[in-house]
């Protein structure tokens, strides 16, 4: 190894970081543990070189002369403590909860499970109508969580008794192996398993929650809803999700927005669109139309001439923007109505339109260029 490229080891390019070395290292011995690869001398050996890389890198002196002089044999000497030169003791710092994946933990550091366990979150869709969500609102919402037992107040235990120290675990949930590997002593921690993890034992549990120490209840809750939201939109309720374990937090609760559609409105961010039919004579010559709003009917000038597919635009009369005074805008699209059927008054009126703009009723019987130049 005194040759090899620590850093290619690790599968890093030269001059990593300190967390980018720690990941790396991390990820390699979970892959190459011997106890995931029991009995496969080349994991073995793989695991050794990964391990060996990591103590020149990790520590700042080494890695510091290591990237100076290209060589980790530094006085002939190993690296650290622990059997063959290699020191395991620090690796549970590193995988943290991971620990179990093997098993049990490195040095002994698995999580205790019977220390304070937060509480789960949880999700409620709330639907909202198009005002609503535009205009906020109040609503109460009612969900089912898990709290402390009413009765033996969260301990498991009936009324009148208490929960016990485990005689195996004496308390800690947890179980403590030494055994001899090719690589040295490991320290294995597992879950107690007389006491499930809890470091204490129930002798006579609470008839109400059958010893778990939870019962589901139905909440009422109040919502407030701010004006601007949107589907998708997430409203978190700090702590009013299931009850934490051993003194541990609640959760929280997570409302997800949906907002049903409109019939006339639409929406895309925080302004709002809606098509108005007019007809072509008033597209001509200009009118005035009546705009439905969010906030009421507008009367909007059409000015004269305007063309299919003009869009006008209703200034502040889109949706209030979250935490804030200001709102989006409305825009009209004008979609101009041309008649599929005509009376005699009708065409006639058209006709003396088409002769007064020079224009004849059969363009056909003009030539191509004739028209062109026209």
């Not at 609503?132 to 898990?146: L, M, P, Q, S, Y």
């Not at 139905?218 to 939201?229: F, H």
């Not at 005509?342 to 363009?363: C, I, P, V, Y």
């Amino acid at each position: 190894m005194a040759k090899k490229d620590y850093y290619e080891v690790l599968g890093l390019q030269k001059g990593a970081s300190e967390s980018e070395i720690k990941s790396a290292f991390r990820k390699l011995a979970i892959k190459y543990h011997p106890d995931k690869n029991q009995g496969d001398k080349e994991a073995e050996e793989r695991f050794k070189e990964i391990n060996e890389a990591y103590q020149v890198l990790s520590d700042p002196e080494k890695k510091a002369r290591y990237d100076q002089f290209g060589t980790a044999d530094f006085d002939g000497a190993g690296f650290g403590g622990g059997a063959g030169g290699f020191d395991f003791s620090d690796l549970g710092d590193i995988f943290g909860g991971f620990g179990d994946i093997f098993g049990g933990g490195f040095g002994g550091s698995s999580r205790r499970k019977n220390g304070p366990v937060r509480g789960d979150d949880l999700e409620y869709t709330l639907n909202l109508t198009f005002e609503e969500a535009v205009f906020g609102t109040t609503k109460e919402i009612t969900i089912n969580r898990e709290e402390n037992c009413e009765k033996c107040h969260g301990s498991g235990a009936k009324s009148g008794t208490s929960p016990v120290t485990c005689d195996k675990c004496h308390g800690t949930g947890q179980v403590r192996v030494q055994r001899q590997t090719p690589l040295g002593v490991f320290a294995t921690v597992s879950t107690c398993d007389k006491c499930g993890g809890k470091g204490k034992i129930i002798s006579d549990p609470c008839p109400n929650c059958h010893g778990s120490g939870k019962e589901n209840k139905r909440k009422n809750i109040t919502i407030n809803v701010p004006a601007g939201v949107d589907t998708g939109n997430v409203i978190p309720l700090r702590g009013q999700g299931d009850h934490g374990r051993q003194g541990g937090p609640a959760g929280d609760l997570y409302v997800r927005i949906n907002v049903a559609p409109h019939k006339y409105f639409k929406r895309r961010g925080n302004d709002i669109y809606i098509d108005t039919h007019i007809s072509m004579a008033k597209a001509a010559l200009g009118t005035e139309i009546k705009v439905p709003t969010v906030d009421g009917d507008v009367i909007y000038t059409v000015p004269s001439g305007t063309q299919p597919g003009t869009r006008f635009r209703l200034k502040g009369k889109g949706v209030p923007k979250i935490n804030s005074s200001s709102r989006g805008d409305q825009y009209v699209d004008v979609v101009v109505e041309v008649p599929k059927k005509l009376n005699d008054k009708q065409k006639e009126a058209l006709e003396m339109f088409l002769e007064a703009s020079g224009e004849h009723k059969s363009e056909h019987e003009k030539g191509f260029f004739s028209k062109f130049k026209r």
